[in-house]
């Protein structure tokens, strides 16, 4: 939801008046309510014209990880590439609809029907045949949610200049069961053929769960230490 504390939807919306040719300023405007809805339905469409004379595909890829551990892979080929199977009725792929000089890629993810033991989606372009996202013309890259069409993060291919892969985005479950979006565009490689390089990218963005594991496990050793010396304690008494 837009921070509505900082103005900044305000100055938005007086900034796009002003270029429409309206005088206004942000003062001019009253805010007397403001909706907001959980995220359900994600969607990321691609399109691209192909780099040269020769097809080529920019795949879009959700990866779906249980904490640190990548367990569903769902592509053009569908969601049976991980460890466990994705239904399509969580995140469903388009597959490769293609045209004379393009394709597209269309992937929906509906979050109330994701496992329960799925803690991050991650969303991956990877250049399969050229090697370099850039190259690909008049790409297009749409990360939105499907409820009003409200854009999630803005991304463009030229910013992955030399890049096989980026990792786009994932989405993060909250302790509260809500779902938040984490923007990334970060460079990675690898393709769909091998996404190893694309995992190894992303497992700094997910390390914080071992950390966590390892702290909670302190604390358990810590309680029973506890719990040992009272017990030593009352043996003592007693003899």
Known sequence: MTDLKSMSFVKLIALWLGREGFKVKEEHFKIDKVASHPLEVVKLHLDWTFPGNSSDFLDGSCLLLEQDACTGIVDYRGGDRGKKKVPKEAVSHSGDVMRANGGRHEITVHLPQVSST???????????????????????????????????????????GGA??????????TAGGSWRVQAHGKKSSGTVRDYTPI??????????????????WLVR???????????????????
Do not use: H, M, W
Not at 121 to 138: I, K, M, V
Not at 199 to 216: E, H, S
């Open 118 to 160: 799925v803690t991050d989606l991650f969303f991956t372009l990877s250049a399969y045949n050229c090697g370099d996202l850039s190259l690909f013309r008049e790409p297009s890259i749409k990360f939105f949610d499907a409820f009003d069409d409200t854009e999630l993060a803005n991304y463009t291919v030229s910013q992955c």
């Open 164 to 173: 096989q892969a980026v990792v786009l985005a994932n989405l993060q479950r």
């Open 199 to 216: 995992l190894g990218d992303i497992a700094p963005l997910v390390n914080f769960y071992d950390a966590r594991r390892r702290r909670f």
């Open 221 to 239: 050793l810590g309680a029973r230490q506890d719990d040992d010396d009272e017990v030593s304690e009352r043996a003592l008494r007693g003899s």
